[in-house]
């Protein structure tokens, strides 16, 4: 293969020396140009038709979110946002996956030569990941309206009734957007859901927060013993493993910190197999689009148990990794194209 034409973009010179040399150390990896703003960046961009930008949120004359939503809707190109990970940006951060960057990712640790390896490996990954991710406008087909409607006229906070059903969803890179899709497209009384998105821990919490201000289901991020209710939407705190356990009549959340497993905590691989444990035939299982494997094997536990197993397709899927392994070990019932996930989701209840 060729090698992946990097731009990078990042108004400290320091930065964009740190980055040259680590990305520079990958046989994979030829960096093309770097761009102290946008608007250096845009003209670079005509002469070295880059593969792949890395882009800073905070720069002078044009943030990098403006920056972002303009490249998206004029020449979509994968975008990796390397940026200062704090709780402040949290927002900000998760507003650039919504506008259409493929990952975002801490700035490089220097502080060891271990945290600058660790930092060097992941960076490069991600990079090779965003070479490969479908980036550009959807198709937005929508849920027909008589499966938004809800049975119940209450609004999203009186609904607390326990749920016969579960609904357990996995993603990583770029399930942000794919995530709010669904979630935008169930009604107020649909099953309890629980959700596992590869995040760090500062973001969980503000993710739950914008898509509960975004979706008619309620959604919180998850907190040790919760119940799993109707018409409510539970994440996983991220840097915690979700599973899910009976308690008498109802279901309820249990957070563990316990080993990274597929090198990631929350993991789907464990969601799913307590789902399949604790829920069986009575849950759905949707695995969405991210890179990697996790959640392949323990949607197929859940298969086996009894449960309706879904995949996101290729076509719609960012990155179509987790979903490739999960139908190649033939643990889905259906792939689907990303707006038609929640509509099966309320037949298959219905």
């Known amino acids: 293969m060729s090698k992946i034409k990097l731009l990078i973009i990042d108004d400290s010179a320091l930065v964009r020396q740190v980055l040259t040399k680590i990305f520079s150390s990958d046989p994979e990896i030829d960096i093309v140009g770097t761009a102290s703003d946008p608007y250096v960046a845009a003209r670079k961009m005509k002469q070295v038709k880059p593969d792949v930008i890395t882009l800073d949120i905070e720069m002078p004359r044009m943030n990098g979110i403006t920056f972002l939503q303009r490249l998206m809707a004029q020449h979509p190109i ?43 490996s992941k960076l490069c990954e991600v990079v090779k990941t965003a ?65 596992v998105q590869h995040m760090p821990k500062l973001f969980t919490k503000q993710f739950a927060l914008r898509l509960d201000s975004e979706c008619e289901v309620s959604v919180k991020e998850a907190e040790e013993g919760d119940s799993i209710l109707r018409g409510q939407v539970l994440i996983a705190p991220g840097n915690l ?52 494997a996790d959640g392949a094997k323990g949607i197929l536990d859940m298969k086996k148990a009894g449960a309706f197993t879904i995949a996101q397709d290729e076509q719609s ?29 309320m037949r298959k209840i219905n």
């Open 78 to 120: 994968p975008v990796v946002v390397i940026s200062t990970l704090t709780l402040e940006e949290a927002d900000t951060a998760l507003l650039a996956l919504e506008s259409g960057a493929v990952e975002v990712i801490a700035k490089p640790k220097l502080n060891t030569k271990d945290a600058l390896e660790e930092s060097t």
């Open 131 to 195: 070479y490969y991710a479908r980036v550009g406008k959807e198709r937005t087909t929508s849920l027909p309206k008589q499966m938004r409607t809800s049975t119940f006229p209450e609004r999203k906070n009186d609904i607390i009734t326990t749920t016969d059903k579960v609904v357990a969803i996995g993603a990583s890179t770029g399930g942000v957007k794919a995530i709010k899709k669904i979630l935008q497209q169930l009604p107020v009384d649909c099953p309890g859901v629980v959700i």
């Open 241 to 292: 493993h979700l599973v899910v356990k009976r308690s008498g009549a109802k279901y309820i959340v249990q957070l563990l910190d316990k080993p990274l497993v597929n090198r990631h905590k929350p993991s789907v691989d464990v969601l799913f197999q307590s789902v399949a444990q604790s829920v069986g035939q009575n849950a759905i299982g949707v695995i969405l689009t991210g890179m990697g």
């Open 317 to 345: 899927s960012v990155v179509y990794g987790m979903p490739k392994e999960a139908v190649k070990l033939k643990a889905i019932d259906k792939e689907l194209e990303l707006s038609q996930i929640a509509s099966e989701i």
